[in-house]
């Protein structure tokens, strides 16, 4: 019998006031049960809406009726044809701007719980397989894919899938890219990013970290002397933006990137890390997407006070909805219509408080929202010891300085032909951060996948 609640089976979770002391994912999944009801919900349509909402093309509906039948292993191969990283997905794509908003569901309540459903899908397979995926016959071509973040994961493996001899180079020490040093564990378990390279690895890619493209090697040697045919470069945005204002090159100001860096990747949150951070009491997290809320959690559960200055309101958050929820409820305070004018030092040069201002909401800017003015007068200090810049990144220029050739926007970004990944070098691709900027997990991978289908056909014809 079809569900026809209008609800969603609510979420299993850690309880906020436990949650926000220890760094444990905070989301514990379906159950077998929960996830077979609400599978029943969907109306499996025949116009498909939640499709077009994907950005990978997932068969939504196909493996949602597979869960509904209690086949969540079929489920898991109905995936897994379009996506290569279905737990990471399941856990922060941004499905309420996509796949679900597209729901028929939610247009009298809420849409079905779709992300939800894929991790459940995908976690079920990861507990329960038993065997790799075979490495496909090789079909002599050399493919070199730069940053293993989701763009360059899922052109790998999309290529890899087709008999390409597939190596990966990654600057860091571990693969993954964002998944592993920017997004928190209690979001995405490190074991689950793992868990999705060992399949790639499976499939005969081929992983090299420590390589940092541009110093290590570049572009052209890799094609010119290391026989590689086609590059894709999946380098994401890892340069931090800074506001430029007094007293940013103070002790205890960090990017968020450096931050979470070294929470994430170096494990600085575990009482015997051999890197601790040096975090404070009383942090400030200026800006309002995915980032700050992370670096924001971060800090909560390293004991501090945390504040979230952002110089729009509620209304204005571009962060996930759910992120700023549990943020909130991990008690984590926000200073809405609130902008830093300067980060004031103590004697020995370390963060002693930050002056502010407060904002009011002008006429809507080029992003549609409405541009914050600043208040005359209305200057304040508060006390800190710790302030976390989380304003946004863009792509490094490292790739582009050393790469005869490669055509960049003003911003840093790589042009390419959206339709194909083409860069302005024939065999050169790119997808991902490195040429939108900082956007989501998902749409980076929609970009990896169409970059390896055009490089399909481009060295099939060769």
């Given at each position: 019998?079809p569900?026809?609640?209008?609800t ?8 906020p006031e436990?949650?926000n ?11 077998p049960e ?6 029943k919900?969907c109306?499996?349509c025949k ?10 093309r ?5 493996f949602?009726?597979?869960?509904a039948?209690?086949?969540f292993e079929?489920?898991?191969?109905v995936?897994a044809?379009?996506?290569?990283l279905?737990?990471?997905c399941?856990r922060?794509?941004?499905q309420?701007s996509?796949c679900e908003?597209?729901?028929?569901r939610?247009?009298k ?5 779709i992300g939800?459903?894929?991790?459940f ?5 990861n ?12 079909n ?7 940053g293993?973040?989701p763009s360059g ?6 290529l890899?899938k087709?008999?390409y001899?597939?190596t990966?180079?990654e600057a860091?020490h571990?693969a993954g890219g964002v ?5 928190p564990?209690?979001?995405l378990?490190?074991?689950i ?5 060992d399949?790639?690895i499976?499939l005969?890619?081929k992983?090299?970290?420590n ?8 572009i ?5 002397e290391?026989g590689?045919?086609a590059?894709f470069i999946?380098?994401g945005?890892?340069?931090?933006k800074?506001m430029?204002?007094p ?10 990137n450096?931050?979470l860096?070294?929470?994430n990747l170096?494990?600085?949150?575990l ?6 951070i040096q ?6 997290v200026?800006?309002?997407?995915n980032v700050?809320m992370?670096?924001?959690?971060c800090?909560?559960r390293?004991g501090a006070?945390v504040t979230?200055i952002?110089r729009?309101?509620?209304?204005e958050?571009?962060?996930?909805r ?5 943020a ?5 305070i926000f200073k ?12 020995q040069g ?5 002056r502010?201002q407060?904002?009011?909401l002008g006429e809507?800017d ?9 208040v005359?007068?209305?200057?304040f ?9 989380a ?5 490094n220029?490292?790739?582009k300085?050393t ?18 990944g083409?860069?302005?070098?024939q065999?050169?691709?790119a ?9 989501t997990?998902?749409?980076a991978?929609g ?5 390896a289908?055009a490089?399909d ?6």
């Amino acid at each position: 019998m079809p569900n026809m609640s209008l609800t969603k089976n609510p979420m299993p979770s850690q309880a906020p006031e436990i949650r926000n002391q220890n760094f444990l994912e905070v989301a514990l999944g379906y159950t077998p049960e929960q996830a077979m009801d609400e599978a029943k919900r969907c109306l499996q349509c025949k116009h498909r809406p939640c499709v077009s909402g994907c950005p990978v093309r997932i068969d939504i509906p196909g493996f949602i009726k597979e869960v509904a039948e209690g086949n969540f292993e079929a489920a898991y191969q109905v995936i897994a044809k379009s996506s290569a990283l279905p737990a990471v997905c399941g856990r922060v794509c941004p499905q309420e701007s996509q796949c679900e908003c597209k729901c028929v569901r939610g247009i009298k309540g809420e849409p079905v719980a779709i992300g939800r459903l894929e991790r459940f899908v995908a976690d079920y397979h990861n507990e329960h397989a038993t065997q790799l995926p075979e490495k496909p016959v090789s079909n002599g071509h050399k493919v070199a894919v730069i940053g293993s973040g989701p763009s360059g994961l899922t052109c790998a493996g999309d290529l890899a899938k087709k008999g390409y001899e597939v190596t990966v180079f990654e600057a860091l020490h571990l693969a993954g890219g964002v998944l592993v040093y920017g997004i928190p564990e209690f979001r995405l378990p490190k074991s689950i990013v793992q868990k999705e390279i060992d399949t790639l690895i499976a499939l005969g890619v081929k992983v090299e970290t420590n390589v940092v493209i541009g110093r290590t090697i570049t572009i052209d040697e890799l094609m010119q002397e290391y026989g590689f045919e086609a590059v894709f470069i999946g380098s994401g945005a890892g340069l931090p933006k800074f506001m430029n204002i007094p007293g940013e090159n103070l002790k205890g100001v960090y990017s968020a990137n450096e931050f979470l860096t070294r929470i994430n990747l170096m494990k600085a949150y575990l009482p015997d890390c051999d890197t601790p951070i040096q975090h404070g009491k009383k942090v400030a997290v200026v800006g309002g997407g995915n980032v700050a809320m992370d670096a924001a959690r971060c800090a909560k559960r390293l004991g501090a006070d945390v504040t979230i200055i952002y110089r729009r309101t509620e209304a204005e958050l571009p962060a996930r909805r759910e992120e700023v929820e549990h943020a909130m409820e991990e008690g984590i305070i926000f200073k809405f219509l609130t902008n830093p004018l300067e980060i004031l030092g103590n004697d020995q040069g370390w963060v002693a408080g930050a002056r502010c201002q407060e904002m009011a909401l002008g006429e809507p800017d080029s992003s549609g929202r409405r541009r914050p003015v600043a208040v005359e007068g209305s200057e304040f200090d508060i006390e800190l010891d710790c302030v976390i810049m989380a304003l946004g990144t863009s792509p490094n220029p490292l790739i582009k300085s050393t790469t005869e050739g490669l055509e960049t926007e003003r911003w840093g970004g790589i042009i390419v032909n959206e339709e194909t990944g083409l860069t302005s070098r024939q065999g050169v691709y790119a997808g991902g951060d490195a040429v939108t900027g900082a956007a989501t997990v998902i749409l980076a991978m929609g970009a990896g996948k169409t970059a390896a289908a055009a490089m399909d056909e481009y060295l099939q014809k060769k």
